[in-house]
């Protein structure tokens, strides 16, 4: 706890002495920011008073902080969407004080987009950086793949994201996997954020109130995650009046109510369903009568008042996909999640939240195997209680504490024969883990040109039993044979059954960031990040797919840890019309995932066999222009980038002889741009465009003929890439007063990208090898319709 009382000294060191105090005594002003209308919190607005001397900005759940001296005081409140509030308070005692704002629409005066807008991830006052967060409003006003708003595909437009192709939702984030993003829904975890095989995310947009991506610089109270925390909250619902909105589009159709309970709460649920299967009971073809191919979700929170200053919150989401192309297979998953807590205001100062979150993803595959049925099913399940504090000495002096234990259930596979005795039933043995971790952290402002943020994350890690434990030849799970210059799994020489724990692990993460003003609206950023990360994905391909395998750190396999560096420059211009930020970062990860040549994960008892350990690092530039006001608005991001990784088994000796070669997600050049242009009152016209360096690939280089069969060899590993991806997506938007019609197009010239290559005999020339691409979408057209009701 060495660590927590550091942070706490120097918070009471920079903060006024005892003395000073009675001598200039300061009053307490907190509570929330809130809509007027639905009375739902407002996150990240910024709350000054006496012409910005003092200055705040409500956190993550709304609630802000302000220390004033006794008497009169003009406040300023600033949010994106909503018209500014300035009022007048008489402060005669420390007091909590909730905040209303007006929505304010986009305003068309002469097709001039005029904003009230106030810095989000792009703020030169804050020692923030390498925040990401996803403006929904704007979102909606660009083009959508088969009319549903994706934000988590959004988010990918933005500097320092990419995906992998578009049939995914899997993204990277300065160049890490998909697994070393933290994926938090009301702060429980989503393990796949997937519908459709990845072509939509799990995250309803109608259901989404804010949505932030920490690449960078990630807060000391995350952690379990090498590259990224990806935030997701949903809407609380409307607590003055009840309202509904419906929504149908090519692909599936939306519904959501929301309402006051009573005067002390609120509530919403929200439903999505796709409807293919509804069409197939009609076609001609008796095959595809009985084929089934649906997804749907279910999104659900409650908000109550609890005494004077507390609010008890609950929530879950509920999600599957199922997949049937005939009767003797079927292939269903799905995610499910809840969050209860409890906030409180605790005299003014101290802002508590106490959780409790769970999470689970399970997939079921049905299939005919000889003479019957067999059922092959998989589950991840965490359960975690954690508590946040947040310690208010000052608006600009706050410290942050907490504690967190946690839970995790794995089922890897159980392969069971229903109804036939041919086949031999395979369990793989559960995994079970137990983690604990407490974080404390310090943000100040040293006078008005410099801040600081500090922190340290202390989390430790226990694999449990009871669990089968191999020992290998040499004392290594995974051996290299200079002869044949390839990887191969280890020799077993003996098993023990163990109880208790088999592997714990433990470290320190520091986090820190510093801000220092060149200008009021121009700064100079830097910031250091620890990151350690113990639940492991062992997957093929940068997509995630029903069949993800999750293994945890054990005595075979360590867990990962990364080290990122990053500096910045943020700036606004033009009344703040404008925001520009760049940053350059270089990480270093160490103990990142491959595979041994020919081996399997699925259904794997020893796993451990068949994943390789080495280094990894990235390094890259990222560009952000945003423009607010004008007849048009949006951004261009821009990402140069590299990333690479090493697998060195002796010195020469590994994949690629050792040497470093590109990741799967490497990619050197990432540009979007996002235009939004309202035409009139009514119609607004959208548009995205994305060009991409293609993903690294590997290509045979020679072949052997071996009994009139081709066979190739392919040369180092992801020496080559795919074709450069690029794509225009149009959109047409009419809102009205009740209902909005948006007309689109994806990929707007017909350009079929590469998502993969494969090598194949031709059949007019079995000894000629030939290239066969995948693309998946070409020009595809999508209209969807919202109505709402209230």
């Avoid at 920079?14 to 200039?24: H, T």
């Avoid at 940068?542 to 990122?564: C, I, M, S, Y």
Wanted: with cysteine.
């Amino acid at each position: 706890m060495a660590g927590v009382a550091g942070v706490i000294v120097l918070a009471l060191c920079v903060s006024p002495l005892p003395g000073q105090v009675a001598a200039n005594p300061r009053m307490q002003l907190s509570g929330y920011v809130r809509d007027a209308e639905s009375r739902e919190v407002i996150r990240y607005a910024t709350v000054s008073a006496d012409a910005d001397s003092v200055r705040s900005r409500s956190n993550t759940d709304g609630f802000y902080f302000l220390s004033l001296a006794p008497g009169s005081h003009r406040l300023r409140v600033r949010a994106i969407g909503y018209a500014p509030l300035d009022t007048t308070i008489d402060l005669t005692a420390s007091r909590t004080w909730d905040v209303t704002l007006v929505s304010q629409p986009v305003a068309l005066r002469n097709v001039q987009v005029s904003v009230e807008q106030e810095q989000r991830d792009i703020d030169p006052r804050s020692a923030d950086m390498s925040i990401a967060r996803l403006d929904l409003a704007t979102v909606r006003q660009t083009p959508s793949a088969l009319g549903e708003v994706d934000p988590l595909r959004s988010i990918t437009l933005l500097p320092g994201v990419s995906r992998s192709s578009d049939f995914s939702t899997a993204f990277s984030v300065r160049g890490g996997t998909s697994d070393q993003n933290l994926i938090l829904l009301d702060e429980a975890t989503i393990y796949n954020p997937a519908h459709v095989l990845g072509f939509l995310s799990v995250f309803n947009a109608d259901a989404v109130a804010d949505m932030t991506l920490h690449k960078g610089a990630i807060p000391a109270r995350f952690g379990g995650r090498l590259s990224s925390v990806l935030d997701v909250r949903q809407r609380e619902g409307n607590a003055s009046d009840f309202g509904a909105t419906a929504s149908i589009g090519l692909l599936a159709s939306r519904v959501l109510a929301e309402g006051p309970l009573g005067d002390r709460g609120s509530f919403l649920v929200a439903g999505r369903r796709s409807y293919a299967d509804v069409f197939l009971v009609f076609a001609p073809d008796t095959a595809l009568r009985d084929a089934r191919a649906y997804f749907y979700d279910l999104n659900a929170k409650m908000n109550v008042k609890a005494g004077e200053n507390g609010t008890l919150m609950a929530s879950a989401y509920l999600g599957r996909d199922l997949f049937s192309p005939s009767r003797e297979f079927a292939a269903g998953w799905g995610n499910r999640s809840a969050t209860l807590r409890w906030n409180q205001i605790v005299r003014e100062r101290l802002f508590s939240k106490l959780s409790y979150t769970a999470g689970t993803y399970d997939y079921l595959l049905g299939f005919t195997a000889l003479d019957g049925r067999v059922d092959w099913r998989s589950r991840i399940t965490s359960h975690e209680l954690r508590l946040d504090e947040a310690w208010h000495l000052s608006e600009r002096n706050v410290v942050e504490f907490g504690v967190e234990v946690a839970r995790q259930s794995i089922r890897p596979g159980d392969f069971v024969p229903v109804d036939t005795t041919k086949l031999r039933p395979v369990r793989i043995d559960p995994r079970q883990t137990l983690s604990a971790a407490w974080h404390a952290s310090h943000v100040f402002d040293l006078g008005d040109r410099v801040s600081l943020r500090y922190g340290l994350r202390y989390s430790s890690y226990a694999r449990r039993g009871p669990a089968t434990v191999y020992q290998y030849e040499g004392g290594q799970a995974v051996s290299y044979n200079p002869s044949l210059s390839r990887y191969e799994p280890g020799v077993v020489t003996d098993s023990a059954r163990r109880d208790g724990t088999i592997a714990s692990f433990g470290g320190l993460e520091p986090r820190a960031s510093l801000r220092v003003s060149l200008t009021p609206t121009s700064s100079l950023k830097a910031s250091y990040a620890h990151t350690r990360q113990y639940l492991l994905l062992a997957s093929r391909t940068n997509n995630p797919t029903p069949l993800d395998v999750w293994e945890p750190a054990g005595p075979w396999v360590k867990p990962q840890r990364a080290d990122q560096v990053a500096l910045g420059y943020a700036a606004t211009f033009a009344n703040g019309g404008y925001e520009f930020s760049a940053e350059t970062y270089v990480k270093r990860a160490y103990n990142v995932l491959d595979f041994v040549d020919g081996s399997d994960v699925i259904l794997n008892p020893r796993i451990e066999t068949a994943l390789l350990q080495g280094s990894g690092r990235s390094y890259g530039l990222e560009l952000l222009l945003r423009k607010h006001t004008g007849d048009w608005y949006g951004w261009v991001s821009y990402t140069l980038g590299r990333t690479e990784q090493r697998f060195v088994a002796a010195p020469g000796a590994g994949i690629n002889d050792g040497a470093w070669f590109p990741s799967p997600t490497d990619k050197t050049h990432d540009l979007s741009v996002v235009a939004v242009k309202p035409l009139n009152a009514r119609w607004t016209f959208g548009s995205t465009f994305s060009f991409a360096t293609g993903l690294p690939v590997t290509y045979p280089v020679s072949r052997y003929v071996i009994d009139d069969y081709v066979v190739p060899e392919y040369g180092a590993r992801n020496a080559n890439r795919l074709p450069a991806y690029h794509r225009l997506d149009l959109s047409l938007t009419r809102s009205g007063d009740r209902s909005e019609l948006q007309i689109g197009v994806f990929n707007a010239y017909n350009r079929f990208n590469a998502q993969s290559m494969s090598f194949r005999q031709s059949t007019e020339n079995p000894l000629r090898t030939e290239a066969v691409q995948l693309s998946v979408f070409g020009f595809v057209p999508s209209i969807s319709y919202t109505r709402r009701f209230w």
